[in-house]
Structure formats: structure tokens, C-alpha cells
């Protein structure tokens, strides 16, 4: 006996570009929303420049908009390494992380999304 799996993701992706176009919006701003709440901060600066955009269909942005932020993703530049966060609990990561945790999500995200249409 022989199991055939077949993938047809990027076949329900073409007939449902709008359903994942809006499932990719939610994601982008989930991501948003949660990287700033373990982003590091002192004044809250780079908390409020997290946002997210949209570049185009199912293509979507979340990015900080400060010169520091790359050093506080990175936890450093090479040279220099951060050695105390401002807050306990934050750290370097702070959008990666959360992008992988809310991109770990999609298929259910998507499932859910699909059966609200059928």
C-alpha cells in the first residue's frame, strides 16, 4: 500500500489570492502588535515606529523606523554588543522572533480563513 501526498498550496494560493492577501494583512499586523510589546524601550521611540505596510498583493511589511533599530534587533553592530536591555524581559529578536512566531501560524490561519468562506 502506497500514500500519495500532494501539495496544493500553491493552487489554492492562486484561487484565493484575496483570502490570503487578508490573512497576510492580519499577520503583518499581528507581528506589529506583538513586537511591540517586547521590543527594548526607555521613551518608547522605537516602540511607536513599528508599523506595517503593504508593498503589494499577499506582500506585506513590518519594519522599525529608527536608525537604532537594526542595533537593537541585532544586539549589536559587531563592534559593539548591548549589554543591558532597558527593560527586563526584552532583548534582541524583537521582530524576527515575533514574525517567526506568527508565520509559524499561517496553515491554521489559513484553514480558519477558508472555512468562513465554504
Given at each position: ?63 522599525a523606523n529608527k536608525e537604532y533599530a537594526a542595533y ?47
Amino acid at each position: 500500500m502506497s500514500v500519495k501526498i500532494t501539495d496544493n498550496t500553491a493552487r489554492f494560493i492562486s484561487k484565493h489570492d484575496n483570502l490570503v492577501d487578508v490573512v497576510l494583512n492580519t499577520m503583518a499586523s499581528d507581528i506589529e502588535r506583538l513586537a511591540k510589546l517586547v521590543v527594548p524601550f526607555k521613551k518608547g521611540q522605537l516602540r511607536s515606529s513599528i508599523t506595517h505596510f503593504r508593498r503589494g498583493l499577499m506582500k506585506y511589511s513590518v519594519i522599525a523606523n529608527k536608525e537604532y533599530a537594526a542595533y537593537q534587533e541585532f544586539g549589536g553592530d559587531g563592534s559593539r554588543i548591548v549589554q543591558n536591555y532597558s527593560k527586563p524581559g526584552t532583548g534582541k529578536g524583537y521582530l524576527s522572533l515575533t514574525g517567526k512566531k506568527i508565520g509559524g501560524d499561517m496553515g491554521r490561519r489559513l484553514e480558519a480563513a477558508k472555512r468562513l468562506l465554504f
